[in-house]
C-alpha cells in the first residue's frame, strides 16, 4: 500500500497524552494541513511521522513498510521533513544551503553532480528565489529564511513532504505563493505535503484533508471542509468560531466576545 | 586549487624552517641532507634539530586546525577551538604536575596525553545525553557547558601548581602552557595521529555540512546523527590531545585557522577539514621560525607568536567583510 500509514499511534509529551491510538492514511496526492492548538503535538506527531523520534516507528509505515525498516538514505529520497527551526551558526550563500539538502542523493565522494546543482535551481525558481541564490543566509529575514528552507526540502526530491509551520513568518502574499507551488506540486504527480499550519482560512483553500488536534488526545481527521467546521475547529482551539461568507468567500473568524457563549456562561 | 596552493606554501615553509637557524643553511644542501647519510655537523642540525621541530610543529597545527573546524561544526558555535572542551586544560594539568615533580620530559608527554584522555572521558560520562545517548535534539548549549565548566575546574589547578610552584621551574612551566616546540623529538606520533585523524573524519565531511543545519534536520536528511557527534567529538578531542602533548597549549591556531579560510573559501567541510589541516600546520611551522629566529640565539614560545600575529590578522580579516 502506497502512502504513509498511521496504526494506533500513541505519542506523550512527559506524562501528559497529546494523541491516542490514531489510525489513519496520508494517500498519495492530498495535501494534509495539521491544525490545533499550542502544544497539542504537531510537531510531535510530525517529527514521528518523518521517522527523526525513535518513540513510534513500529506505529508507522511507509509504503507498507515500517519505519524502523527503511535505511536512512532510502527514506531521506522518500520524503522529507522541514522542522520548525534551522540553525545558521556560519555564512553560506542560499545556494549551498538549499544544495545540502540533496544530500541523500551524493555518491561517491559526496560531491554534487550537475543534476543536484538543477535540482537547487529548479527549487529556488520554484519558490521565487532565483534572484536570492548568492546571497548570504545570515542576511536574510525570517521571512527569507523560511522560504529558503522551503526550497531546501523540495530540493530533497522526495515524494512526501512533512512541514512543520512552513508559513510561519510569511506575510500573506507569500504563504499564498508557497501554498499555490506545493498544491502544483502535489498535483502534477502522486505526491503529498503534510503540513501544520495556524491559519485555519490557508487550510481550508489549500488542503485537500485535515488532522485536527485538541491536545486532549483526540484527533479528528477528514476531508478538509468536514473537519475544519466552526464547531469542531471552535472546541479543539477552546474558542467558538463562526463561518462568514461573502461573493464566494468563506472565513472562519473567532466569535465577538460579547456574543460568546463562555461569557454568557 | 585551495590545497595545492596551502601545501605549496607549507612546503616551502617547511624547507625554510629547516634551512635557517643559529647556522644559515643553502635550501640545495638542506635537499641533499635530507637524501644523503652523512652525518656531517650540518646534516646532524638539519636531520635531528630542525627536521623534528618543523615536523612537529606541522604536525601539532595541522591538528589543532582540524580539532577546531571540528568543535565549531559540533557546537555550531563559531567560538568554538580545540581547547574548549577542557581537553588542554586535563593535559596541562598533567604535563604542569610531572613538571612541578621533575620527572623527565617524555613522562611530561606521556602525563599531557593521560590527562587529556581522562578529561575527554570525564566530559564524554557527564554529557552522555547529549554526546551518545538519546534523541538527536539541538543540545549542544549543554555540551559546551560541560566541556567550559571542566576546563575551568583545570584551570583552577593549573593556577595553583602555578603558584606553589619553585622559580626555577616556573619558567618551564609557563613555556609549556603558552605552547613550545623546543625538545621536539619525535614528532612520528603526531604525524601518525594527523594521519589518522584525517582518515577518520575526512570522509564523513558531507554529513558535517548537512549536521551544520541541525540534528533534526541532520536527521531527517539521512545522517545517524548520534553516531556522528560521537565521532566528531572522540576525533576532534583526541587530535587535539596528540597536538598538546607534542607542543604544549599553543593558542589560537584552531580558533582562527578554520574562520580565515571560512572568510576566504567558504563553509563546506569537504574542503575546509583538509585545508584547516595545511593551514594550521603552515600557520604553526612558520610561527615557530619567526619564534626561533627573531631574538636569536633565543628562543620565544611559539604560541607567543601564533596570537601576536593571529589577532591581528583575524582582525583585519574579519572587519574587511563587515558592510
Redesign the interface.
Same mark, same amino acid.
Given at each position: 500500500m502506497n502512502g504513509l500509514q498511521v496504526t494506533d499511534l500513541t505519542l506523550r509529551a512527559g506524562s501528559r497524552v497529546l494523541i491516542a491510538d490514531l489510525t489513519q492514511t496520508f494517500a498519495p496526492g492530498d495535501m494534509w494541513c495539521v491544525a490545533g492548538p499550542n502544544g497539542a503535538g504537531k510537531t510531535t506527531l510530525i517529527a514521528a511521522m518523518a521517522g527523526v523520534s525513535k518513540t513510534a516507528l513500529n506505529a508507522i509505515s511507509l509504503d507498507g513498510k515500517a519505519l524502523s525498516a527503511w535505511g536512512a538514505s532510502e527514506l531521506a529520497r522518500r520524503r522529507a521533513l522541514m522542522p520548525q527551526a534551522s540553525h545558521d551558526a556560519f555564512s553560506a550563500t542560499v545556494f549551498d544551503t538549499v544544495m545540502l539538502n540533496r544530500f541523500p542523493h551524493l555518491t561517491g565522494w559526496g560531491w554534487e553532480s550537475e543534476a543536484d546543482r538543477a535540482a537547487a535551481h529548479a527549487a529556488l525558481d520554484m519558490l521565487g528565489l532565483t534572484e536570492f541564490a548568492s546571497r548570504d543566509v545570515l542576511s536574510l529575514s525570517g521571512g527569507e529564511r523560511q522560504r529558503v528552507a522551503l526550497a531546501a526540502t523540495l530540493c530533497q526530491d522526495a515524494p512526501l513532504l512533512l512541514l512543520d509551520e512552513p508559513l510561519a513568518h510569511l506575510d500573506v502574499h507569500h504563504q499564498i505563493d508557497c501554498l499555490e507551488a506545493l498544491s502544483g506540486w502535489v498535483g502534477s504527480k502522486q505526491r503529498s505535503v503534510i503540513f501544520s499550519c495556524h491559519d485555519l482560512n490557508l487550510a481550508r483553500r489549500f488542503a485537500t484533508h485535515a488532522l485536527l488536534l485538541d491536545g486532549a488526545g483526540h484527533a479528528y481527521a477528514g476531508l478538509v471542509r468536514d473537519v475544519l467546521t466552526p464547531e469542531r475547529a471552535g472546541a479543539a482551539f477552546g474558542y467558538p468560531l463562526t463561518l462568514i461568507q461573502q461573493d464566494g468567500h468563506e472565513a472562519l473568524v473567532p466569535v465577538m466576545r460579547s456574543t460568546s457563549p463562555y461569557i454568557s456562561l | 586549487m585551495i590545497w595545492t596552493v596551502l601545501g605549496l606554501a607549507a612546503l616551502a615553509v617547511f624547507v625554510v624552517s629547516l634551512a635557517l637557524g643559529s647556522i644559515a643553511v643553502s635550501p640545495l644542501r638542506v635537499m641533499q641532507a635530507l637524501a644523503s647519510q652523512s652525518t656531517d655537523v650540518i646534516d646532524e642540525i638539519v636531520l635531528s634539530l630542525r627536521l623534528p621541530r618543523a615536523l612537529g610543529g606541522f604536525a601539532a597545527g595541522a591538528l589543532l586546525g582540524m580539532a577546531g573546524a571540528l568543535l565549531?561544526v559540533l557546537l555550531? *558555535?563559531?567560538l568554538a577551538e580545540p581547547y574548549v572542551l577542557g581537553v588542554s586544560g586535563g593535559a596541562a594539568a598533567f604535563a604542569l604536575a610531572a613538571m612541578l615533580f621533575s620527572l623527565s620530559w617524555w613522562s611530561v608527554d606521556v602525563a599531557a596525553f593521560t590527562g587529556a584522555f581522562l578529561s575527554i572521558l570525564l566530559v564524554l560520562g557527564l554529557a552522555r545525553r547529549e554526546l551518545w545517548r538519546g534523541?538527536?535534539q539541538?543540545t549542544s548549549p549543554r555540551l559546551l557547558l560541560t566541556g567550559a565548566v571542566i576546563a575551568a575546574g583545570w584551570g583552577a589547578l593549573i593556577t595553583l601548581m602555578l603558584a606553589v610552584a619553585p622559580e626555577n621551574r616556573l619558567r618551564g612551566m609557563v613555556f609549556w602552557l603558552t605552547g613550545d616546540l623546543n625538545g621536539v623529538a619525535m614528532p612520528w606520533t603526531a604525524l601518525i595521529a594527523l594521519a589518522i585523524t584525517l582518515v577518520a573524519i575526512v570522509?564523513a565531511?558531507?554529513?558535517l *555540512?548537512?549536521l551544520?543545519?541541525?540534528d533534526?534536520?541532520a536527521?531527517?536528511?539521512?545522517?545517524?546523527v548520534v553516531r556522528l557527534r560521537l565521532r566528531v567529538y572522540l576525533v576532534a578531542s583526541l587530535a587535539a590531545a596528540a597536538a598538546v602533548t607534542t607542543a604544549g597549549t599553543i593558542g589560537f591556531i584552531g580558533l582562527v585557522v578554520p574562520h580565515v579560510l571560512?572568510l576566504a573559501f567558504? *563553509?563546506?567541510q569537504?574542503m575546509l577539514l583538509p585545508a584547516s589541516a595545511l593551514a594550521g600546520g603552515l600557520a604553526v611551522m612558520g610561527a615557530d621560525l619567526i619564534a626561533r629566529t627573531v631574538i636569536a640565539p633565543a628562543q620565544l614560545p611559539v604560541g607567543v607568536i601564533t596570537a601576536l600575529i593571529g589577532v591581528p590578522v583575524f582582525l583585519w580579516m574579519l572587519l574587511r567583510r563587515a558592510p
Open positions: - | 565549531q555550531r *558555535n563559531p534523541e538527536p539541538d570522509p565531511a558531507p554529513q *555540512n548537512v551544520l543545519r541541525g533534526i534536520a536527521e531527517a536528511l539521512g545522517v545517524r571560512r567558504g *563553509n563546506d569537504r
